[in-house]
């Protein structure tokens, strides 16, 4: 660790970054998966089903997926050096918004091969769909329960949305070829492949949304600027708040850097008050990693590249 000295009072506080769990999972799945897509892809071509090729080649994109996903959980354990001071947290953010990009570029290509099946219909074998879409499922289940205890990180979140939805599509896959059976309507292969299209471009855009979010270091979700700056705010000592910005170090790790306006005060006292700052934004926010610089009342402020109005203690 390198310590530099420096004129402000500043305050860091890191949270402990232990390997994400989900690791083995995704390495076991990597593995089924590409089982499930040759199972699916023999049966969409044997049975003439466009709704099963969609979804071989929807599984066929987990595979990178997923071996991204790893390597970003890796690469997110590994600690902080000289040169990427804050470690690799966002290593998984970046996984998610490689796979996102990839996820939006397949959900194209599904909806140009269902609207060519539209244009031009042919048979299917309704029982090797059945039966195909009956060993997806439980595959894909499999899948999804296995990252289920890791989903609150971004990056096992689009594994676990991805194979959750890789499931509906099997569910929904099944009830059509039984439909099929029933009625002979060839049109609901076709409406099956653009179904599985529409939920991962669906899914995909969320996901997509929130990494470049994270990436573009935007206000964390569901928290408000002026929140944050009233509960600094509220502790005793603290007459202004100002030039205040808030990002998302990892999926769920915040930070913070500050300007705080203070009497003039006994060093003893703007550490208990830096200390309280420190615990209310913690335990309020789930900001683990602060920096605050203290001002005098009275002199004046320097600016940042974003500066909202100050918010000062009503008298």
Known sequence: MHMYAHGHAHAHAHGGSGEMPGTGALVGSMGVTLVLVAIELTGGI???????????????????????SWL??????????????YGYKRAGILAAFTNSILLIIVAGFLFYEAW????????????????????ALAINAGITLSVARGRHDLNLRTVFIHNLGDALSNVAILVGAIVMRATNARWID?????????????????????????????????????????????????????????????????ALSCHVRIPDMHMEESERVLGEIRQRLSGQFHISHTTIQFERVGLPSD???YMPEPVRRQQ
């Open 116 to 135: 060519q099946r539209v244009r031009h219909p042919s048979g299917v074998n309704e029982s090797v769909m059945i039966w195909i879409s009956v060993v």
């Open 46 to 68: 044997f049975s003439g089903s466009i709704a099963l090729i969609s979804d071989a080649i929807h599984n066929l994109s987990d595979v990178p997926s997923l071996a991204i």
């Open 303 to 305: 600016s940042g590249l």
């Open 190 to 254: 076709p409406l099956l492949g653009a179904a599985i299209g529409v939920m991962v471009l669906w899914s995909s855009v969320g996901v997509l949304r929130e990494a470049s979010d994270i990436l573009l270091e935007a206000l964390p979700r569901d928290m408000e600027l002026g929140n944050v700056a009233r509960a600094i705010l509220c502790v005793p000592g603290v007459q202004e708040v100002h030039d205040i910005h808030v990002w998302t170090l990892g999926t769920d790790e915040h």
């Open 72 to 85: 970003g959980l890796r690469w997110a354990s590994r600690p902080a050096d000289t040169r990427r001071t």
